[in-house]
Nanobody, 112 residues
Framework: QVQLVESGGGLVQPGGSLRLSCATS????????MGWYRQAPEKQRELVAT???????TYTDSVKGRFTIFRNNAWDTIYLQMNNLKPEDTAVYYC??????WGNGTLVTVSS
């Protein structure tokens, strides 16, 4: 069974930073694309960032210049570095593998 476990969420002040981690049990040979999604209450889940096996990254417009997705060489940990956080970034953040495996999420709250 593929397991994805997110961590690093919490309460942060506007303008602050937070780093999320996603630990995965899947083999590097089975990984093609990893991504971070988020979902705020009463809103649809949205794609935040992706990273391909080759290292290509994509970001939704609202986080460009503020968020960075990266991974370690073994591909067993995926990170999302979040800088200059805004209240609208408040959401449960989910890790995703190959569009079909999900973690249980970690809550990020940006508030004064």
């Amino acid at each position: 069974q593929v397991q994805l476990v997110e961590s690093g969420g919490g309460l942060v002040q506007p303008g602050g930073s937070l780093r999320l981690s996603c630990a995965t049990s899947q083999s590097i040979f089975d990984i093609y694309l990893m991504g971070w999604y988020r979902q705020a209450p009463e809103k649809q889940r949205e794609l935040v960032a992706t990273i391909s096996k080759g290292g290509t990254t994509t970001y939704t417009d609202s986080v460009k210049g503020r968020f960075t997705i990266f991974r370690n060489n073994a591909w067993d940990t995926i990170y999302l570095q979040m800088n200059n956080l805004k209240p609208e970034d408040t959401a449960v953040y989910y890790c995703n593998s190959n569009y079909n495996h999900w973690g249980n999420g970690t809550l990020v709250t940006v508030s004064s």
